[in-house]
C-alpha cells in the first residue's frame, strides 16, 4: 500500500534526508521517498495514516494526506500563490530597509559606533532590523527552532545562526561599545537586512520556477472533464465525474472531452486522440470500437458506456505513472542526498573552525574578521541548489515524455536510457504491425475472388493466426463464407475440409507434397513471396492445385527510418523474432538491421538479453506481447509498445503510447538530454559550494586583501537555487534530433 502526504515544512536536500531516514526506520515501512520539488512524501507499506503523521511530528515535519488529486493540485497551487507573495512582501519590507543602509554605507566612513549620537542612531536601525528578523525572516528562525529542537540542522538552520550572529554583535557594539576595541565597533545590521531580504526574493524565484516543472501533469489532469452528462431511468443528467459508475450509459456531444473509458454503442464521430498518442489524425469511431477518457470527441454525437471509470481509466494510470517517476530518484542522486544529509552540520562545524581561525591569528580587528568570515560561510553554503539538482530535471524530463507519449516508470530508468549501447527489437507488433494481411492473390485461372472465398470459407474454422487476415480480406471484399464440413487441421503444415462439394486443402509446399498435388508451376512465385517476407499459401481442390494467397505482416511506415535514427547514435540495433530465417533476413534487409536472431522460443528471449548484458552491453529491448515479457524485465531498460498488452507494459520501464518505433530514439534522446542537465546542475551545485565556502573562509585574503561580503554570499545562495531550477526548465525546450 502507497500513502502520500503533503508536507507542509520542507526546506532543502538536508530535510529530504533526514525524513527518508527517519521514516525508513519505521518498522512497518518499507521504502519511504521524499518528492521535493511537490513537497511530497510517499510511502509504502502497512503503516497506518496516523503513525506516520505522528512519526514526522517526532522528527520536527507537519504533514497532512493527500487525498483528491485535483483537490491536491489546487491547494498546492494556492499554497505556492500565498508563499510567492509572502516572499515577495518579506523581500521588499526587508530590502527596503538593508538598501538605504547599504547605499548609505557607502557615502559614510564606517558604519561604526563612536559617540552617542551613533548609538542612538544604530540603535535606532537596530530596532528596525530586529523587526525584519522578527516578520520577514520569521519563518527562517522558527524552521531553525524546530529543526534544534529535533537535535538536527537545515538551511533556516544557517540562515538563522548567520544574520542572528550579525544583529546581535552589532546590538552589542550599540550597547557597549567601549568593551569593544575600537577597530571592532563596526555595525551589520544592513547585512542581516538584506540576506533576509535577498533569500526571500531567491525563494519567491524559486516557487515561480519550479511551478513550470509540473506543466505535464497539469495538462494531463486537464484533459480529464469535471461532469459527465449520464442516462438514468431515461434521463439525461450531468453528474460530477467521480460519481460516474461502470456500465454508466453516457452521451458524449460533439466538441467534449470524453470522461471516461468506454465502448460505443450508438453513433459515428472522428476522435482526437491526440492528447494521449501524439498522433496528429482523428481516428473514426463506431458501434463496438472502444474510446479512451480524455480524448477529444470531434464531430458526431456518442452514446456510450463506461467500462473504466475513476483510477481505473488510461487516462488515470498515465497520470499515476508520470506522478511516480517524478518522485523516484535516479542512482546518480544518491551522492547529492547523502552529501545534504550531512551537509549542513559539516558546514556548521566550519564556520565555528573559522571563527576561531580569525580570532586567534587574524589581523586586527579581530572580532569584526570572525564575525564577518564565520556569518559569510554560513549563508553561501546553504545546500539548496545540490538538493533541487536531480529532482527538478528529472520532474521536467518525466513530463517532456509524456508529451512525447513516453510513459516513465521510474527515474532510474531515465539514468539506464542514457547509456543504452544495444537495443533488441522484437519483430512482430514492433517492426511489423502484428497484424497479418493478405498482400497477393495468385489463381491459376485468374478468378482471385473464389481462390480467396474457398480460402477464408476453409479458415473460419481454423485458429491459426493467418486465418483472421483471410477472413478480412474476404470482409472487405464482401465475400460470402461457404459451409464447411470434415474441416481437419494438419499441425504444421495446413488445414482441409469439404466445401461446394470439394475437398479443398490449404498449406506450404510440403502439405501439398503429402497429398499429392503438383505445385510445381507456382513454386517460383512461391519462393519470391517468401524472399519479400510473406509467407506463401498454398489452396488446392479436389487434388488441383487452384493458387497461392501471400500473407505479411506489414511493416510500419516509420520503422526504418526509426531503426536509422538508432544507428546514428550509436546504438547497435538486433531483431529477435520466432520467424524462420529466410523470412526474418527479408525484414531485417528491408529496415536495415544488419545482426538478427531467429527461429527464437518465446521462453529463449530473456535468455538472448542476458547473453548480451554478459558481454557487458547495456541493453534495451522493445517488445509488446506477452512472450516480451521476460526480456522487457531482463533488460537493462524495456519499452513497451503501447498497445502491447497489460503484462508486456507493467514489465517495462518505459510505455510508448504512440505505437511508433520513433518514440525509442526520442525516449533515448530525452534521457540522454535529462542526464546532461543533471550534470550541469550537480557540477554547478558542487563547484558552487566547494569554491563558496573556502572563498567566504577568507583563503584569499593573504594574497588579495579581500573578504566575501556576508550581503553578495546571500545573493550568491538565493539565485543558486534560481539558477538549477532555470536549468532544469531548459529541458522544456527539447526537440528530438530528426534524421540525417
Request: charged share 15%; proline share 4%; aromatic share 4%.
Amino acid at each position: 500500500m502507497t500513502t502520500t502526504l503533503i508536507l507542509e515544512n520542507v526546506s532543502c536536500a538536508g530535510c529530504v534526508k533526514k525524513i527518508e531516514t527517519g521514516i525508513n526506520q519505521l518498522p512497518d515501512v518499507d521504502q519511504a521517498l521524499v518528492d521535493f520539488p511537490q513537497r511530497r512524501l510517499n510511502v509504502e507499506g502497512k503503516i497506518s495514516n496516523d503513525d506516520l503523521i505522528n512519526a514526522l511530528a517526532e522528527i520536527g515535519y507537519r504533514a497532512h494526506l493527500a487525498s483528491n488529486e485535483a483537490e491536491d493540485r489546487a491547494r498546492q497551487k494556492a499554497q505556492d500563490a500565498k508563499q510567492y507573495r509572502q516572499h515577495l512582501i518579506n523581500a521588499a519590507l526587508a530590502l527596503g530597509l538593508g538598501i538605504p543602509l547599504m547605499i548609505a554605507g557607502f557615502f559614510m566612513a564606517e558604519m561604526s559606533v563612536r559617540t552617542p549620537q551613533d548609538q542612538i542612531l544604530w540603535g535606532s536601525v537596530g530596532l528596525l532590523t530586529l523587526l525584519i528578523l522578527l516578520f520577514p525572516g520569521r519563518h527562517f528562525f522558527t524552521g531553525a527552532w524546530a529543526a534544534l529542537r529535533n537535535r538536527s540542522a537545515t538551511m533556516d538552520t544557517l540562515i538563522a545562526l548567520g544574520t542572528g550572529s550579525a544583529w546581535l554583535f552589532s546590538s552589542a557594539v550599540v550597547l557597549f561599545p567601549e568593551m569593544l576595541p575600537a577597530g571592532s565597533r563596526h555595525v551589520y545590521f544592513e547585512a542581516a537586512a538584506m540576506i533576509i531580504g535577498l533569500i526571500n526574493f531567491g525563494l519567491a524565484l524559486e516557487i515561480r520556477a519550479r511551478g513550470r516543472t509540473s506543466e505535464a501533469v497539469e495538462r494531463l489532469l486537464n484533459l480529464q472533464p469535471k461532469t459527465a452528462r449520464v442516462i438514468r431511468n431515461d434521463k439525461e443528467q450531468d453528474l460530477p465525474l467521480d460519481l460516474v459508475i461502470k456500465n454508466d450509459v453516457l452521451r458524449i456531444r460533439p466538441g467534449e472531452q470524453i470522461p471516461v473509458d468506454a465502448q460505443v454503442l450508438e453513433g459515428q464521430s472522428l476522435v482526437d486522440e491526440s492528447m494521449l498518442t501524439g498522433e496528429p489524425v482523428p481516428v473514426s469511431k463506431q458501434p463496438g470500437d472502444l474510446i479512451t477518457g480524455g480524448t477529444l470527441n470531434k464531430s458526431g454525437s456518442l452514446l456510450v458506456v463506461a467500462e473504466k471509470v475513476g483510477s481505473e481509466t488510461a487516462l488515470s494510470r498515465i497520470i499515476d505513472m508520470v506522478k511516480q517517476a517524478q518522485a523516484s530518484k535516479p542512482a546518480i542522486s544518491r551522492l547529492a542526498d547523502t552529501i545534504a544529509g550531512i551537509f549542513v552540520p559539516t558546514v556548521i562545524i566550519i564556520s565555528i573552525f573559522t571563527a576561531l581561525l580569525w580570532y586567534l591569528f587574524g589581523p586586527e580587528p579581530q572580532l569584526a574578521y570572525m564575525l564577518v568570515t564565520a556569518t559569510t560561510v554560513l549563508i553561501i553554503a546553504c545546500p539548496c541548489a545540490l538538493g533541487l539538482a536531480t529532482p527538478m530535471s528529472v520532474m521536467v524530463g518525466v513530463g517532456k515524455a509524456a508529451e512525447y507519449g513516453i510513459l516513465i516508470r521510474n527515474g532510474q530508468a531515465l539514468q539506464t536510457a542514457s547509456k543504452i549501447d544495444t537495443l533488441i527489437l522484437d519483430k512482430t507488433g514492433t517492426i511489423t504491425e502484428g497484424a497479418p494481411k493478405v498482400t497477393q492473390l495468385i489463381a491459376v485461372d485468374d478468378d482471385n475472388n473464389r481462390l480467396l472465398q474457398l480460402a477464408a470459407s476453409l479458415e473460419a474454422a481454423s485458429e491459426h493466426p493467418l486465418a483472421e487476415a483471410m477472413i478480412n480480406a474476404a470482409t472487405e471484399q464482401q465475400l460470402s463464407l461457404l459451409p464447411v464440413s470434415d474441416f481437419h487441421a494438419h499441425t504444421g503444415r495446413g488445414i482441409s475440409g469439404t466445401l461446394a462439394n470439394k475437398k479443398v486443402v490449404l498449406g506450404n509446399k510440403a502439405f501439398m507434397q503429402e497429398q499429392g498435388i503438383a505445385s510445381q508451376t507456382m513454386d517460383e512465385q512461391a519462393s519470391t513471396m517468401a524472399t519479400a517476407a510473406q509467407t506463401p499459401i498454398y489452396v488446392a481442390a479436389n487434388s488441383t492445385l487452384l493458387g497461392l494467397i501471400a500473407i505479411a505482416d506489414p511493416i510500419r511506415e516509420d520503422s526504418a527510418a526509426a531503426i536509422h535514427r538508432l544507428q546514428q547514435r550509436g546504438i547497435e540495433v538486433i531483431m529477435l523474432t520466432g520467424d524462420n530465417r529466410q523470412t526474418a533476413a527479408a525484414v531485417a534487409h528491408q529496415v536495415g538491421v544488419d545482426n538478427f536472431i531467429a527461429e527464437v522460443m518465446p521462453a529463449d528471449k530473456a535468455g538472448k538479453v542476458t547473453e548480451l548484458q554478459a558481454q557487458g552491453r547495456v541493453v534495451g529491448m522493445t517488445g509488446d506481447g506477452i512472450n516480451d515479457a521476460p526480456a522487457l524485465a531482463q533488460a537493462d531498460t524495456g519499452f513497451a509498445i503501447g498497445n502491447g498488452t497489460d503484462v508486456a507494459i507493467e514489465s517495462a520501464d518505459m510505455v510508448l503510447i504512440r505505437n511508433s518505433l520513433h518514440s525509442v530514439p526520442d525516449a533515448i534522446e530525452l534521457s540522454r538530454a535529462t542526464l546532461r542537465n543533471i550534470r550541469q546542475n550537480l557540477f554547478g551545485a558542487f563547484i558552487y559550494n566547494s569554491l563558496g565556502i573556502p572563498v567566504a573562509a577568507g583563503v584569499l585574503f593573504p594574497l588579495t586583501g579581500l573578504l566575501l561580503n556576508p550581503v553578495i554570499a546571500g545573493a550568491a545562495m538565493a539565485f543558486s537555487s534560481v539558477t538549477v531550477v532555470t536549468n532544469a526548465n531548459r529541458l522544456r525546450l527539447f526537440r528530438p534530433t530528426p534524421m540525417k
